[in-house]
């Protein structure tokens, strides 16, 4: 029994370009392994191919070459078992208007076999917040309503894999902290949620492993206390007493002054010490009324591994722009 949730080797997509148009490499022979019980995160920029990676992981998509395997099968050799381990809860809104929610999972139960003594169907409405809406139409619902039944239809059928695409997309914040505050009870009940979100500080908090990937390529996967350690830049946000005449220099040091009056200091803290920082301060005469620190978040870390982005369109994830508190622009 392998340890891992998934695991992906070589996984390729090619779609046939059209009208003399060129082929288009959403995937490039990605390897890729996400642990059994973890949070992982999948991030990448508009056009990367996280959905295609997704659509094949779903049944949706036929890959080009590769192996997949959920949850120790091999999407190939058990293509009905391998899709029945995973749940995907989709950024569309697409829900049949006239089902009531009760109505909506019992009908999705009945597609991936389940038999009735084992359906949940009350138990998942509860778990999501559905169960005064039970009998209400789908049509009648709130947008944020709408999401939280397509979270009840990915669980089902009871699955070991959860994959929540953007799920939190244009979303109030009540509804948000629901949705993290159920993701959290099902993974400790051992079920492995795979993330996508350009919403970069919940992955930030929520992940315990994240992967980015780039046009088609992994371009890093690792811990998420491993990632933002890889980058080295620290800054020292000075308060100071009395507006500053002169801004301190200092080699190895970069000196900024905010809108708001603090002075921010850049620097690299495999070269420069805080010390030398704080000394540049001192000999340009600036006195501190309050001094704090900042140091790289995920979104520093993703958009160093991002930058290098050729002017070819994007392969997939051709969607509508998506609103994000933190949102590469493409």
Not at 29 to 47: A, H, M, W
Not at 52 to 57: E, K, V
Not at 160 to 178: C, F, S, W
Not at 247 to 270: F, K, W
């Amino acid at each position: 029994m392998t340890n891992a949730a998934i695991s992906i080797k070589g996984l390729r997509k090619t779609y046939r370009g059209g009208k003399g148009q060129p082929e288009k490499h959403a995937l490039k022979g990605i390897d890729l392994t996400v642990p059994r019980g973890s949070v992982f995160g999948l991030l990448g920029p508009n056009g990367a191919g996280k959905s295609t990676l997704i659509n094949i992981l779903a049944g949706l998509v036929v890959k080009t070459s590769g192996q997949v395997s959920i949850w120790g099968l091999d999407q190939d050799q058990n293509p009905r078992q391998s899709r029945a381990a995973i749940g995907v809860m989709p950024q569309e809104l697409n829900l049949d208007p006239f089902f009531t929610p009760r109505g909506a999972l019992e009908v999705q139960a009945g597609l991936y076999g389940v038999p009735k003594s084992e359906r949940r169907s009350d138990d998942i409405l509860e778990l999501v917040g559905l169960s005064d809406k039970a009998e209400a139409y789908a049509r009648t619902l709130s947008g944020g309503m709408r999401r939280r039944l397509l979270l009840a239809k990915a669980l089902v059928h009871h699955p070991k894999v959860l994959v929540l695409d953007e799920p939190t997309a244009g979303v109030d914040i009540e509804l948000r902290q629901m949705l993290w505050t159920n993701v959290r009870k099902l993974n400790e009940q051992g079920m492995t949620i795979i993330l996508t979100t350009h919403y970069l500080e919940e992955a930030q908090e929520m992940c315990d492993e994240i992967a980015i990937i780039n046009h088609g390529e992994k371009v890093a996967q690792d811990s998420t206390a491993n990632l933002l350690g890889q980058m080295d830049r620290r800054t020292i946000v000075i308060v100071p007493d009395a507006p500053i005449a002169e801004l301190p220099d200092s080699e190895g040091v970069t000196a900024t002054l905010r809108e708001d009056g603090s002075l921010a200091l850049h620097y690299q803290s495999n070269a420069t010490s805080a010390e030398q920082v704080l000394e540049s301060v001192r000999e340009a005469d600036i006195r501190i009324r309050d001094v704090r620190t900042e140091e790289a978040d995920l979104e520093d870390v993703f958009l160093a591994l991002t930058s290098n982005r050729s002017d070819d369109p994007p392969a997939d994830d051709q969607s509508k722009p998506r609103r994000g508190m933190h949102r590469v622009k493409l």
